[in-house]
């Protein structure tokens, strides 16, 4: 085992390890994260009553799973904890994750 290739810039934070069940490198979403990647590699994460959505561009072979909890932000929202722009909620994480993979080089009709 050697250790995973840098994940793409942005993606640095998210955790990485290697799984022995399926031998290769997995990064585990937590809820509010996305993750983009190139490589062949895992990726996991544990649900609740949240939703997560994978993408994989088989032309490029890249890849992206999301992780969020409800389905859109709360406009007006007093809370501190509760932002618009947070991939918390699932029309800005799809958003992100979609357009992280436009960015790195993926087409829509793929």
């Known amino acids: 085992m050697n250790a995973p290739r840098p ?3 942005g993606f640095e934070a998210i955790r990485r390890s290697w799984s022995g069940e399926y031998q290769r490198f997995a990064a585990q979403i937590l809820p509010g994260e996305f993750y983009v990647t ?3 590699e895992l990726i996991t ?3 609740g009553s949240c939703v997560a959505a994978c993408i994989r561009d088989a ?3 890249m890849g992206g799973m999301n992780h969020f909890m ?3 932000g709360l406009d007006g ?3 501190a904890w509760i932002e618009r722009e947070s991939t918390r909620y699932g029309d800005f994480a799809m958003e992100q994750l979609l357009n992280e993979l ?3 080089g993926a087409r829509r009709a793929d």
């Open 45 to 47: 994460t544990l649900l």
């Open 70 to 72: 409800l389905p859109e």
């Open 38 to 40: 190139r490589d062949d």
């Open 7 to 9: 994940a793409l810039p």
């Open 102 to 104: 436009l960015k790195r």
């Open 59 to 61: 032309r490029t072979g």
């Open 77 to 79: 929202a007093s809370t």
